[in-house]
């Protein structure tokens, strides 16, 4: 069946970096684009960008810029969501996402990873 | 970058009842609407797509309406399952944004 299966959760300091994985299977990786998605705790959802998985361009949204890198290795159609420099404001719930090529909406989500920054 | 405004911020209901979601867009984005349930501890799930048209395996009691701005999630009769948060998303010039979302509550 088709999933996407996220990494486990993380702990980090502040300053460190993370890098999330999300593993698709029960479908083909490039037929899809990938998107990520934000939740910190208690608040709702929020877009981060998206990868074409067909030539591994990124979107990023707004206040995603810079610190945030998405990618892709299409061997294992897997895609990785890095965060570099964490602060305590990037505690949340990371998921991935699939969206049908030439869309929008997400039709399999990824259960999410959680990601801690904590001295 | 459009903004989505969904309310109310929460709708207590029964059992049974009808539940009426509203999201609106700030300018027009034809029918490029979609509505999720997320469920606490738990991904979101995809109920709506292109505002009236539903996901694969969901309950015809789930039904949207709406284009350009002002769109509608009804669910006709609520089962206990149903009681969760509800959001919308959009997308316009290949960037996405959600609304802040609508708890459903019971009574």
């Known amino acids: 069946q088709v999933q996407l299966v996220q990494s486990g959760s993380e702990l980090k300091k502040p300053g460190a970096s993370v890098k999330v994985s999300c593993k698709a299977s029960g479908y083909i990786f490039t037929s899809y684009a990938m998107n990520w998605v934000r939740q910190a705790p208690g608040q709702g959802l929020e877009w981060m960008g998206w990868?074409?998985?067909?030539?591994?361009?990124?979107t990023y949204a707004r206040g995603f810029t810079g610190r945030f890198v998405f990618s892709l290795d299409t061997s294992v159609s897997t895609a990785y969501l890095q965060i570099n420099s964490l602060t305590a404001e990037d505690t949340a719930v990371y998921y991935c996402?699939?969206?049908?090529?030439?869309?929008?909406?997400?039709?399999?989500w990824g259960k999410g990873t959680s990601v801690t920054v904590s001295s | 970058e459009i903004v989505l405004t969904q309310s109310p911020a929460t709708l207590s209901l029964s059992p049974g009842e009808r539940a009426t979601l509203s999201c609106r867009a700030s300018?027009?984005?034809?029918?490029?609407l979609a509505w999720y349930q997320q469920k606490p501890g738990q991904a979101p799930r995809l109920l709506i797509y292109d505002a009236s048209n539903r996901a694969t395996g969901i309950p015809a009691r789930f039904s949207g309406s709406g284009s350009g701005t002002d769109f509608t999630l009804t669910i006709s009769s609520l089962e206990p399952e149903d009681f969760a948060v509800y959001y919308c998303?959009?997308?316009?010039?290949?960037?996405?944004?959600f609304g802040q979302g609508t708890k459903v509550e019971i009574k």
């Open positions: 998303q959009q997308r316009s010039n290949w960037r996405e944004t």
């Open positions: 300018q027009s984005i034809s029918t490029f």
């Open positions: 990868i074409n998985t067909n030539t591994g361009n990124p």
């Open positions: 996402g699939r969206v049908p090529s030439w869309s929008y909406y997400l039709d399999v």
